[in-house]
């Protein structure tokens, strides 16, 4: 048996805003010491406690312009009137140290680092259980105002569309904790599939949350 360490993986998590993903993302990081998150540039404004260099590289409209220019970026896309983009440098870094690198980027950017990447990566869709509980996780999170929150409920419904077209799995967050345990499970299972450690109960645990299994009362119509 080869003690190689497993070889690099993507894992893509989206969803419309307020489903939790960003809450997964970073449970899922602290829970793992090879896991990266990847930070991203924007152009908009940090909200609440987010730190520059943590959350994301807050970037001017300008300075974003010229790292397009540079070829910085994997992907980069215009969400919700600003800029957002996945620095092909982290990409780089986590699949040469053989790391898990945890991208909470949108279904169009997902679409690109699989594209990008087709081997490397397994993309997530995750759900929260209802447009209600939605609307109520964007309102209980406290940092965007009543315009915003609407602009995002707009967009809800033609993004899970997106993501339930095309992405590998879905979880539906509604106990955390059951979240964590499938998001986990897919990771494991993942990379059992390039070469990491067999893991059976991974295996079922990640067949029952890939896409088409499933089921999506009331997010279909
Ligand atoms: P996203 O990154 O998808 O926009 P967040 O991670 O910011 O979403 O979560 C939106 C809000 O919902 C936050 O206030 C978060 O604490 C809360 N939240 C996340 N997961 C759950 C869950 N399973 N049950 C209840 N609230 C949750
Ligand atoms: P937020 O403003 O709530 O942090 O993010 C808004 C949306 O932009 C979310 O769907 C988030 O996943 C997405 N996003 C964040 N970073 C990137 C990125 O680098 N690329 C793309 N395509 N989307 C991103």
Request: net charge neutral; charged share 25%; glycine share 10%.
């Amino acid at each position: 048996m080869s003690s190689e360490a497993a070889p690099g993986l993507l894992l893509v998590l989206s969803a419309p805003s307020g489903a939790g993903k960003t809450t997964l993302a970073h449970r899922f990081r602290a829970a793992h010491a090879d896991a990266v998150f990847s930070i991203s540039a924007t152009t908009r404004a940090p909200r609440g406690a987010e730190r520059d260099g943590v959350d994301y590289h807050f970037v001017s409209p300008e300075r974003f312009a010229a790292l397009v220019g540079e070829g910085a970026f994997a992907e980069w896309a215009e969400v919700h009137g600003a800029r957002y983009g996945t620095l092909r440098a982290t990409v780089g870094e986590a699949l040469a140290a053989g790391r898990i690198a945890i991208f909470d980027i949108d279904v169009q950017g997902g679409s690109l680092i699989k594209a990008a990447w087709p081997r490397e990566t397994a993309t997530v869709f995750v759900l929260p259980p209802s447009m209600a509980e939605l609307e109520r996780r964007l309102r209980g999170r406290s940092t965007d105002s009543e315009e915003v929150i609407r602009r995002r409920l707009a967009g809800a419904r033609a993004e899970v569309a997106r993501g339930l077209a095309g992405y590998d799995y879905v979880i539906v967050n509604d106990v955390l904790a059951d979240a964590d345990a499938k998001l986990e499970a897919i990771a494991r299972h993942e990379r059992a599939l390039r070469g990491g450690p067999p893991d059976e109960a991974a295996a079922r645990l990640a067949a029952v949350c890939r896409r088409g299994v499933v089921p999506l009362a009331g997010w279909r119509e």
